[in-house]
């Protein structure tokens, strides 16, 4: 606020208000000073110095930075010293025509010394790409390095998570030798999908034995996780067979499956999948010329990624989601001929920040509202 004799007062200001306020709200050209220990910031290797040569200042800035210099000095808020670190200033003109000091520490903030919070999970993250193909369960086995990155307070580094990373070094340390692809053999794809989680295997047959080339996964979309494990099976296949044309480069791939792949997409999987959905699997798993998809019964490699195998691997996909997603077992379509008709529905909604949620029963003969209330609003 400005000192009100550099105004008229009647202009802004009665003389009664101005009796009223205290001097103390004018500014008065002092440096306020917190009675706290004084700031320190550790930087890596003190002992190489930061140094960073001086802008070039017009002589303007100069006339303008001395009065605020001279100013910070006589207060006690700058020192003279001889340090072997150096960190340009910067002369900002303000609206006023007078500067105020800014003074550049881009430098010391990239040798600035951190809180040790546990292991970097960024570099974590970076490197695993690198090697994830080669390292089975990747996505369960890294999964817990994504929540500590999503978590909006400061990483909270526990002996479990370092349990976690050290088991993520293990298997590092003894990756499995994995052959190189030859683009002259058709590849195989296994795929499973478990517990929200898309695992594969992409082998090639050299000298009679399937050797593995990639070890894939892939978590699937919150979308994805609600549908039936038989229908989950469309989105990991389709996610597992772009990745492997990362490797096939467009070669013959032949997608083995437990699931009814096909089957399904055809037949069940538009009650659960929208438009573009149904058109991106169609494209990826049906139009492509160089793609086999196999009902594979037996156990394949895939399912051993995330333990043992579940035991009813022999099952009717579209049996299977019939049953999974029928309300009631003797439950029809069409009406009884017989007995009364009536109709129910619901409806929830916020009230002043509250959830509120109520029911109504109609007679479906003359639609007469035969019950309605509350519903519990937990």
Not at 4 to 11: L, N, V, Y
């Amino acid at each position: 606020m400005a000192n009100p004799e550099q105004r008229p007062i009647g202009d802004y200001l009665t003389e009664e208000d101005n009796f009223e306020i205290s001097d103390t709200v004018w500014y008065s050209g002092e440096v306020g000073k917190l009675n706290i220990q004084p700031i320190s910031i550790e930087i890596q290797n003190p002992e190489i110095p930061i140094r960073v040569k001086q802008y070039p200042i017009a002589l303007e800035g100069r006339k303008g930075l001395k009065p605020v210099v001279e100013n910070s000095v006589h207060q006690g808020v700058l020192e003279s010293c001889v340090s072997p670190h150096n960190t340009p200033i910067l002369p900002v003109k303000k609206p006023d025509g007078s500067y105020r000091l800014v003074q550049d520490l881009r430098a010391v903030d990239r040798h600035q010394r951190r809180p040790d919070s546990g292991p970097s999970s960024e570099a974590q993250l970076y490197w695993n790409p690198e090697t994830k193909p080669k390292i089975e369960e990747y996505t369960q086995v890294v999964k817990f390095l994504y929540e500590k990155l999503t978590e909006e307070d400061n990483i909270k580094w526990t002996k479990e998570d370092n349990d976690k990373l050290e088991k993520l070094k293990l298997k590092l340390a003894s990756i499995p030798a994995l052959s190189l692809p030859s683009l002259e053999k058709p590849f195989h794809l296994y795929v499973n999908v478990e517990k929200g989680v898309a695992h594969g295997v992409l082998v090639q047959e050299w000298g009679g034995v399937k050797r593995p080339v990639a070890y894939l996964s892939k978590m699937l979309d919150p979308v994805s996780h609600s549908w039936p494990v038989c229908i989950q099976a469309i989105a990991a296949t389709a996610i597992l067979v772009e990745e492997s044309r990362k490797l096939t480069f467009g070669g013959q791939l032949i997608v083995c499956t437990p699931h009814a792949v096909r089957n399904v997409l055809n037949q069940k999987a538009g009650k659960w999948l929208t438009d573009s959905r149904m058109l991106k699997y169609e494209a990826i798993l049906i139009d492509s010329d160089d793609l086999t998809l196999e009902v594979n019964k037996i156990l394949n490699p895939a399912q051993f990624l995330y333990g043992e195998p579940a035991d009813n691997l022999i099952h009717n996909c579209l049996e299977i989601i019939q049953y999974q997603t029928k309300v009631q077992g003797d439950l029809k379509e069409q009406a009884l001929s017989e007995g009364e008709i009536i109709y129910v529905d619901r409806s929830s909604r916020c009230l002043q920040g509250k959830r509120m949620s109520g029911y109504a029963v109609v007679d479906g003969k003359n639609m007469q509202t035969i019950e309605k209330g509350r519903l519990p609003s937990t």
